[in-house]
């Protein structure tokens, strides 16, 4: 078998997607037509334009999630967005997902709507995609302030007493150039101080100073890892705090120049905890395939490798230990049977 159709087959485990950004445009057409009426080319061409597209800046990036945004207000649209999502992960081969959102309130629903419509809406998927097992981190948006982030973790606190079994941690993202990670310490420690995980983007952009302050506050996993400062990686290494790296991202953000220049390079072959994610899948029109395929290219992987990073993304998730269990039982068969 040729390695990139092991890799499509192989059982994988995705930890760093945003429910919005990881819309494909087929997905975002087939929204748009029920949103904007069937003849509506101008949002098509807008889509395709987008999905041609193979550099932006991060700037840019941050602009293609209003078009997401706009057909997601709904519950309805919050709904089919989802579950195509979840659908295209599964075909992917994904077998744990764990998703993030930002609960929002748009002119259709409120924020503890937004929450319960992507909670029921996995509940769905379950049985309709019995292969992918799906959890949610929900986010909060650093542009968006104190406030919203209290409201966010308040509601989320909440939900856990019926949806603990969907709920595994806290995403803290948002443009990295807005807001001040500090504004968020005592939020995110009350949402560890429950017992949830923190997954937090951290050194997206060049900013030595805050991704210091990160570091030393801690994390569970660190989503980017791109600008680390010898002396920051020193601390990530010795907290043994595992690296989400989305080489696609980052290379068509700019804030990686090339995939051979990817810092995932040295993190594996130092054997710092590193998994493979995809990010945005829509906005940077990739799957988690894809990314495996081209870190194997790159980097020259050996099906050892893409065991040993399989494996490592079953520890490195927010999953039970029955949970991990299961999806280690899976990866083993696919490599050994
Ligand atoms: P949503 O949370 O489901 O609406 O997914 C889109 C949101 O995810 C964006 O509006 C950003 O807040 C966040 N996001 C997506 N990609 C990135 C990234 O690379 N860095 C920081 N935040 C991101
Ligand atoms: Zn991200």
Not at 35 to 40: F, L, P
Request: hydrophobic fraction near 35%; include cysteine; aromatic fraction near 8%.
């Amino acid at each position: 078998m040729d390695i990139g159709q092991f890799i499509k087959g192989m059982p994988k485990v995705e930890l760093h997607a945003h429910l919005n950004g990881s819309l494909s445009t087929k997905t975002l057409i087939e929204l748009g037509k029920l949103e904007y009426g069937e003849s509506n080319n101008e949002f098509q061409r807008i889509c395709e334009s987008f999905q041609q597209k193979q550099e932006f800046t991060l700037e840019e990036c941050f602009k293609k999630f209003p078009i997401a945004h706009a057909l997601t207000k709904t519950k309805d649209g919050l709904r089919r967005a989802l579950l195509s999502v979840i659908r295209d992960f599964a075909l992917d081969n994904v077998v744990y997902l764990e998703l993030r959102t930002t609960p929002k309130t748009t002119t259709k629903m409120s924020k503890t709507e937004y929450l319960e419509t992507v909670f029921e809406t996995i509940r769905l998927a379950s049985s309709m995609y019995p292969d992918i097992c799906v959890k949610l981190l929900p986010s909060i948006d650093r542009s968006k302030g104190i406030e919203f982030a209290k409201d966010t973790v308040h509601l989320v606190l909440k939900a856990l007493k019926t949806h603990a079994d969907l709920i595994k941690g806290i995403d803290l993202s948002g443009n990295p150039a807005s807001g001040s990670f500090n504004d968020y310490t005592k939020i995110l420690s009350e949402a560890r101080n429950n017992n949830l995980k923190l997954a937090l983007h951290c050194a997206e952009i060049d900013n030595d100073g805050e991704t210091y302050e990160m570091l030393q506050f801690g994390m569970d996993r660190c989503g980017h890892g791109t600008y680390m400062s010898s002396q920051n990686l020193n601390i990530a290494k010795e907290k043994q705090i595992p690296i989400e790296c989305c080489l696609t991202s980052n290379v068509k953000c700019g804030t990686v120049k090339s995939y051979q220049e990817h810092h995932f390079k040295n993190l594996y072959s130092s054997k710092h905890p590193v998994v493979l994610c995809t990010d945005d899948s829509g906005v940077f029109d990739t799957t988690l395939s894809e990314e495996f395929i081209i870190a194997q290219k790159t980097f020259d992987l050996k099906k050892k490798d893409l065991e040993v990073l399989s494996l490592r993304a079953v520890d490195v998730s927010f999953a039970s230990p029955l949970e991990k269990e299961v999806m280690k039982t899976k990866i083993c068969k696919y490599f050994y049977d």
